[in-house]
Protein backbone atom coordinates (compact mmCIF):
# COMPACT_ATOMS: atom_id res chain seq x y z
CA UNK A 1 0.00 0.00 0.00
CA UNK A 2 1.57 3.33 -0.99
CA UNK A 3 2.05 5.43 1.77
CA UNK A 4 -0.16 8.98 1.70
CA UNK A 5 1.48 12.54 2.61
CA UNK A 6 -0.97 14.62 4.64
CA UNK A 7 -1.86 18.34 5.37
CA UNK A 8 -1.82 19.64 9.60
CA UNK A 9 -5.01 20.67 8.42
CA UNK A 10 -6.74 20.81 4.78
CA UNK A 11 -8.05 24.09 4.62
CA UNK A 12 -7.75 25.82 1.05
CA UNK A 13 -10.54 23.49 -1.40
CA UNK A 14 -7.38 22.58 -3.06
CA UNK A 15 -6.06 20.98 -0.18
CA UNK A 16 -9.40 19.59 0.90
CA UNK A 17 -9.85 18.33 -3.27
CA UNK A 18 -6.26 16.72 -2.72
CA UNK A 19 -7.22 15.25 0.37
CA UNK A 20 -10.55 13.39 -1.34
CA UNK A 21 -8.57 12.04 -4.10
CA UNK A 22 -6.08 10.34 -1.62
CA UNK A 23 -8.55 8.92 -0.19
CA UNK A 24 -9.79 7.87 -3.17
CA UNK A 25 -6.85 6.01 -4.38
CA UNK A 26 -6.26 4.04 -1.41
CA UNK A 27 -9.78 2.87 -1.26
CA UNK A 28 -9.58 1.80 -4.46
CA UNK A 29 -6.33 0.24 -3.72
CA UNK A 30 -7.64 -2.01 -1.29
CA UNK A 31 -10.38 -3.17 -2.89
CA UNK A 32 -8.03 -3.98 -5.81
CA UNK A 33 -6.01 -5.69 -3.70
CA UNK A 34 -8.83 -7.83 -1.51
CA UNK A 35 -12.48 -6.90 -3.23
CA UNK A 36 -14.69 -4.08 -2.05
CA UNK A 37 -17.12 -5.85 -0.06
CA UNK A 38 -14.08 -6.62 2.73
CA UNK A 39 -12.99 -3.32 2.95
CA UNK A 40 -13.76 -1.41 6.08
CA UNK A 41 -13.66 2.25 6.97
CA UNK A 42 -11.09 1.47 9.31
CA UNK A 43 -8.86 -0.18 6.21
CA UNK A 44 -9.01 2.90 4.44
CA UNK A 45 -8.42 5.72 7.58
CA UNK A 46 -5.42 3.48 8.64
CA UNK A 47 -4.02 3.63 4.91
CA UNK A 48 -3.99 7.21 4.44
CA UNK A 49 -2.80 8.03 7.47
CA UNK A 50 -6.67 10.24 9.30
CA UNK A 51 -9.17 8.77 11.85
CA UNK A 52 -12.20 7.68 10.77
CA UNK A 53 -14.29 10.89 12.15
CA UNK A 54 -11.57 12.94 9.72
CA UNK A 55 -12.20 10.66 6.98
CA UNK A 56 -15.79 11.17 7.41
CA UNK A 57 -15.52 14.84 6.98
CA UNK A 58 -15.07 14.43 2.95
CA UNK A 59 -16.93 11.48 2.65
CA UNK A 60 -20.31 10.58 4.47
CA UNK A 61 -19.56 7.16 4.61
CA UNK A 62 -17.26 4.36 3.23
CA UNK A 63 -20.16 3.10 0.81
CA UNK A 64 -19.73 6.57 -0.59
CA UNK A 65 -16.82 6.70 -1.09
CA UNK A 66 -16.99 3.57 -3.39
CA UNK A 67 -20.41 5.31 -5.15
CA UNK A 68 -17.51 8.14 -6.07
CA UNK A 69 -15.35 4.90 -7.22
CA UNK A 70 -17.94 3.90 -9.30
CA UNK A 71 -18.92 6.63 -10.98
CA UNK A 72 -15.59 7.54 -11.90
CA UNK A 73 -14.98 4.41 -13.30
CA UNK A 74 -18.50 4.42 -15.39
CA UNK A 75 -16.98 7.35 -17.54
CA UNK A 76 -13.83 5.33 -18.11
CA UNK A 77 -15.83 2.79 -19.30
CA UNK A 78 -18.25 4.63 -21.34
CA UNK A 79 -15.51 6.28 -23.18
CA UNK A 80 -14.08 2.94 -24.07
CA UNK A 81 -17.09 1.57 -25.59
CA UNK A 82 -17.48 4.49 -27.60
CA UNK A 83 -14.21 4.42 -28.89
CA UNK A 84 -14.53 0.97 -29.55
CA UNK A 85 -18.08 1.21 -31.18
CA UNK A 86 -16.98 4.40 -33.06
CA UNK A 87 -14.00 2.66 -35.20
CA UNK A 88 -16.81 1.02 -37.77
CA UNK A 89 -19.96 2.50 -39.50
CA UNK A 90 -21.81 -0.23 -38.77
CA UNK A 91 -21.36 -3.10 -36.11
CA UNK A 92 -23.00 -6.13 -35.77
CA UNK A 93 -24.57 -7.50 -32.57
CA UNK A 94 -22.12 -9.98 -31.73
CA UNK A 95 -19.33 -7.24 -31.92
CA UNK A 96 -21.87 -5.20 -30.07
CA UNK A 97 -21.71 -7.36 -26.94
CA UNK A 98 -17.95 -8.47 -27.69
CA UNK A 99 -17.10 -4.47 -27.30
CA UNK A 100 -19.45 -4.18 -24.39
CA UNK A 101 -18.30 -7.05 -22.50
CA UNK A 102 -14.67 -6.56 -23.04
CA UNK A 103 -14.71 -2.77 -21.99
CA UNK A 104 -15.82 -3.79 -18.66
CA UNK A 105 -13.41 -6.86 -18.32
CA UNK A 106 -10.48 -3.88 -18.80
CA UNK A 107 -11.70 -3.01 -15.03
CA UNK A 108 -11.81 -5.91 -12.58
CA UNK A 109 -12.52 -3.18 -10.06
CA UNK A 110 -15.44 -1.26 -12.38
CA UNK A 111 -16.92 -5.42 -12.56
CA UNK A 112 -16.77 -5.71 -8.50
CA UNK A 113 -18.39 -2.26 -8.02
CA UNK A 114 -21.12 -2.72 -10.15
CA UNK A 115 -21.66 -6.06 -8.18
CA UNK A 116 -22.16 -4.65 -4.99
CA UNK A 117 -23.79 -1.63 -6.37
CA UNK A 118 -27.23 -1.42 -5.42
CA UNK A 119 -27.22 -3.87 -3.00
CA UNK A 120 -24.86 -2.56 -1.11
CA UNK A 121 -23.39 0.80 -1.57
CA UNK A 122 -26.55 2.56 -2.85
CA UNK A 123 -27.25 1.78 0.69
CA UNK A 124 -26.07 4.01 4.25
CA UNK A 125 -25.66 7.40 1.68
CA UNK A 126 -27.19 10.40 1.45
CA UNK A 127 -29.54 11.78 -1.43
CA UNK A 128 -26.97 14.18 -2.28
CA UNK A 129 -24.43 11.36 -3.04
CA UNK A 130 -26.85 9.10 -4.31
CA UNK A 131 -28.67 11.79 -6.85
CA UNK A 132 -24.45 12.65 -8.02
CA UNK A 133 -24.23 9.33 -8.44
CA UNK A 134 -27.05 8.41 -10.50
CA UNK A 135 -26.92 11.45 -12.77
CA UNK A 136 -23.39 10.44 -13.82
CA UNK A 137 -24.38 6.88 -14.11
CA UNK A 138 -27.83 7.87 -16.25
CA UNK A 139 -25.98 10.78 -18.38
CA UNK A 140 -22.83 8.34 -19.31
CA UNK A 141 -25.39 5.23 -20.32
CA UNK A 142 -27.53 7.48 -22.12
CA UNK A 143 -24.56 8.76 -24.23
CA UNK A 144 -23.21 4.80 -24.97
CA UNK A 145 -27.03 4.42 -25.67
CA UNK A 146 -26.56 6.69 -28.89
CA UNK A 147 -23.87 5.52 -30.60
CA UNK A 148 -24.88 2.20 -29.94
CA UNK A 149 -28.35 2.71 -31.74
CA UNK A 150 -26.41 4.77 -34.39
CA UNK A 151 -24.05 2.05 -35.12
CA UNK A 152 -25.98 -1.35 -34.77
CA UNK A 153 -28.51 -0.87 -37.30
CA UNK A 154 -31.02 -3.95 -34.98
CA UNK A 155 -30.81 -1.48 -32.27
CA UNK A 156 -33.23 1.87 -31.87
CA UNK A 157 -32.21 4.19 -28.71
CA UNK A 158 -35.06 2.19 -26.42
CA UNK A 159 -33.16 -1.42 -27.86
CA UNK A 160 -29.69 0.02 -26.74
CA UNK A 161 -31.07 1.28 -23.22
CA UNK A 162 -31.99 -1.85 -22.30
CA UNK A 163 -29.12 -3.58 -23.82
CA UNK A 164 -26.79 -1.86 -21.35
CA UNK A 165 -28.74 -2.21 -18.41
CA UNK A 166 -28.86 -5.86 -19.52
CA UNK A 167 -25.21 -5.86 -19.51
CA UNK A 168 -24.59 -3.94 -16.21
CA UNK A 169 -27.42 -6.19 -14.51
CA UNK A 170 -26.10 -9.27 -15.96
CA UNK A 171 -22.38 -8.50 -15.05
CA UNK A 172 -23.67 -7.57 -10.96
CA UNK A 173 -24.26 -11.25 -11.21
CA UNK A 174 -22.22 -12.81 -12.99
CA UNK A 175 -18.55 -11.09 -11.91
CA UNK A 176 -18.82 -12.50 -8.53
CA UNK A 177 -19.81 -16.43 -10.00
CA UNK A 178 -17.11 -16.14 -12.20
CA UNK A 179 -14.57 -15.16 -10.20
CA UNK A 180 -15.17 -17.31 -6.83
CA UNK A 181 -13.85 -17.30 -3.32
CA UNK A 182 -10.57 -19.09 -2.66
CA UNK A 183 -13.22 -21.52 -0.73
CA UNK A 184 -15.52 -22.62 -3.99
CA UNK A 185 -12.00 -22.39 -6.35
CA UNK A 186 -11.01 -24.73 -4.24
CA UNK A 187 -13.68 -26.84 -4.09
CA UNK A 188 -13.62 -26.61 -8.01
CA UNK A 189 -10.04 -27.41 -8.10
CA UNK A 190 -10.76 -30.87 -6.45
CA UNK A 191 -14.50 -31.66 -7.49
CA UNK A 192 -14.34 -31.43 -11.41
CA UNK A 193 -18.11 -32.14 -11.52
CA UNK A 194 -18.53 -29.44 -9.98
CA UNK A 195 -16.18 -27.30 -11.89
CA UNK A 196 -17.89 -27.55 -15.09
CA UNK A 197 -20.26 -24.89 -13.90
CA UNK A 198 -17.87 -22.33 -13.63
CA UNK A 199 -17.67 -20.06 -16.83
CA UNK A 200 -14.88 -17.79 -18.34
CA UNK A 201 -16.71 -13.82 -17.74
CA UNK A 202 -15.73 -12.87 -21.52
CA UNK A 203 -17.53 -14.99 -23.23
CA UNK A 204 -20.56 -15.98 -21.13
CA UNK A 205 -21.32 -12.21 -21.03
CA UNK A 206 -20.53 -11.84 -24.72
CA UNK A 207 -22.70 -14.65 -25.71
CA UNK A 208 -25.60 -13.56 -23.08
CA UNK A 209 -25.93 -10.23 -24.44
CA UNK A 210 -25.80 -10.88 -28.13
CA UNK A 211 -29.04 -13.11 -27.43
CA UNK A 212 -30.70 -9.82 -26.20
CA UNK A 213 -30.12 -7.95 -29.02
CA UNK A 214 -31.19 -10.38 -31.81
CA UNK A 215 -34.14 -10.70 -29.26
CA UNK A 216 -34.82 -6.97 -29.14
CA UNK A 217 -34.19 -6.53 -32.76
CA UNK A 218 -36.44 -9.22 -33.23
CA UNK A 219 -39.36 -7.79 -31.16
CA UNK A 220 -38.93 -4.45 -32.85
CA UNK A 221 -39.05 -5.88 -36.64
CA UNK A 222 -42.57 -7.55 -35.15
CA UNK A 223 -44.01 -4.35 -34.52
CA UNK A 224 -43.27 -3.22 -37.39
CA UNK A 225 -44.29 -5.96 -39.46
CA UNK A 226 -47.57 -5.32 -41.16
CA UNK A 227 -50.75 -7.01 -40.48
CA UNK A 228 -51.91 -9.24 -42.49
CA UNK A 229 -55.55 -8.58 -41.74
Avoid at 2 to 24: D, G, N, T
Amino acid sequence: MAQYESFRRARRPEQKEHRRAVILEAAAQLAASKGVRSVNLGDISLAVGLSRSNVLRYFGTREEIYLQLAAERYQDWASRVIARLSRSAVVAPAEAAAVLADCLAQDTLFCDLIAEGASALEHNVSEDAVRAYKQTVFGVMDDVADVLAERCEQLGKEQADTVLSAAIVLTAGMWPWSNPSPVVAELYRTEPDMARHRFQFVPALSRLLEAVVHGLAGQAGSAQAPSDE
